[in-house]
């Protein structure tokens, strides 16, 4: 009891000494140009001085008493503190591909403690050539081409807005730079007409870049004179039908008539 005690003081003694620094997130994956954002939280007052690094370089320093110390060009920060706790969020405007790595934030006293940035680059996605025409049951090819992205973009393939099976496309990439180009070939069965769409996506973007062409199906001619002749076969059928029935009842009048030809004169 007395060792539980005896911990739980000199618990307290340690916390009070080193306080707690939290950052988040720990992970962040923006797209280039956008802003990123990071949140530092202390458990408690004292702490002085909080230090914001990007990539090891000193970027902007809070002061516990006065706030951001003249805060300079992309850097900037906010204060959302309550109560005891303090919490600044420190943000990165325009942020570029070479902001990647370490974001750090360490106060007056206490390790530094780290957060990775990823920066991420969307580009333009387009299917190459414009609208088609196939004839039921060909085989139609579609290439689409991802143009200036970091990481290579994840393609992806919609009929109608409906997902296409992995079997049926393939994707490849290859470095132009500091980018990538992806391309992707996507082979399908002509049956009706449809909008073919490519998207193309990396996890920094919200909502996939797409392009689109209309893909029309011209029906084959058999099917259809099948269809008319069947049409044709019926309406023969049907009028042969109603033709004879007009005959008997033709001849069952001019019978009729024939016996009381005294009453009615002959037409
Ligand atoms: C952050 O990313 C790294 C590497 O991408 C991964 O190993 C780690 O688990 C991630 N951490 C969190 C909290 O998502
Ligand atoms: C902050 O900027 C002001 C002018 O904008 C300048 O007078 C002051 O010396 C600067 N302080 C520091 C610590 O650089
Ligand atoms: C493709 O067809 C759609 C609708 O039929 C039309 O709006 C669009 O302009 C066409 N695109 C091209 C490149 O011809
Ligand atoms: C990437 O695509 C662009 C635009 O089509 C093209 O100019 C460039 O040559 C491509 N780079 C590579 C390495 O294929
Ligand atoms: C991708 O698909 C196209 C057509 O569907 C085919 O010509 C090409 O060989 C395929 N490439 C790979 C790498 O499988």
Known sequence: MAVFSFMAVFLFIFEGVIAKVQLEP???TVLQHSEARFNCCVNEPGWTVMIWSLNRLLALTILETSGVVNSTGRFSASD???GGASKWEFIIENVLRE???QV???IQGSEPVTAQLSVQESGAVEIEGANRTATEGEQVT???LAVGWFPAPLLSWALNGMPV???LFNS??????????SSSSLGITASSSVLVECLATVPALGTPERSGVFLTVAKVDKPQTRDQTVLIAVTVSFSAAALLVLIIIAIVLCCKRKKGASECPAI
């Open 26 to 28: 720990q992970n962040a």
């Open 80 to 82: 959302y503190s309550t």
């Open 99 to 101: 902001d990647s790595g």
């Open 104 to 106: 750090t934030c360490q």
């Open 142 to 144: 579609f290439q689409c």
């Open 165 to 167: 099976p992995k079997e």
């Open 172 to 181: 490849s990439f290859v470095e132009a730079g500091t980018v990538l180009n």
